[in-house]
């Protein structure tokens, strides 16, 4: 069982940056491969950015590439987003997950997930 808690999210003007962190409960995060998605209003979750465990591979949506930074510290328990270059489109909830498994393109798939946390409001204005 893994509990997952996100934090950082906020009120930032477009253009600006954001960190979300993720803490993540158990001893066993080193294994998990973990992924970050979003949820605009009226609009259905999608994925954001993944990383395997190991840091080695990870996966960004293409709307997000070269603008957003998915890392982890396994000491820490902690997967981070760092959101650079923001833009009104962004906003959302912003949702961390975990999974067990293989690094393929299933990461990118919402339902490959077992643990979700509750979410963190990221609101971007113009």
């Known amino acids: 069982q893994v509990q997952l808690v996100e934090s950082g999210g906020g009120l930032v003007q477009a253009g600006g940056s954001l960190r979300l962190s993720c803490a993540a409960s158990g001893r066993t995060f080193s294994s998990y491969i973990m992924g970050w998605f979003r949820q605009a209003p009226g609009k259905e979750r999608e994925f954001v950015a993944a990383i395997s465990w190991s840091s080695l591979s990870t996966y960004y949506a293409d709307s997000v590439k070269g603008r957003f930074t998915i890392s982890r510290d396994n000491a820490k328990n902690t997967v981070y987003l760092q959101m650079n270059s923001l833009k009104p489109e962004d906003t959302a909830v912003y949702y961390c997950?975990?999974?067990?498994?293989?690094?393929?393109?299933?990461?990118?798939?919402?339902?490959?997930?077992?643990?979700w946390g509750q979410g963190t409001q990221v609101t971007v204005s113009s």
């Open positions: 997950a975990a999974r067990n498994g293989i690094f393929t393109r299933a990461t990118m798939t919402e339902y490959e997930y077992d643990y």
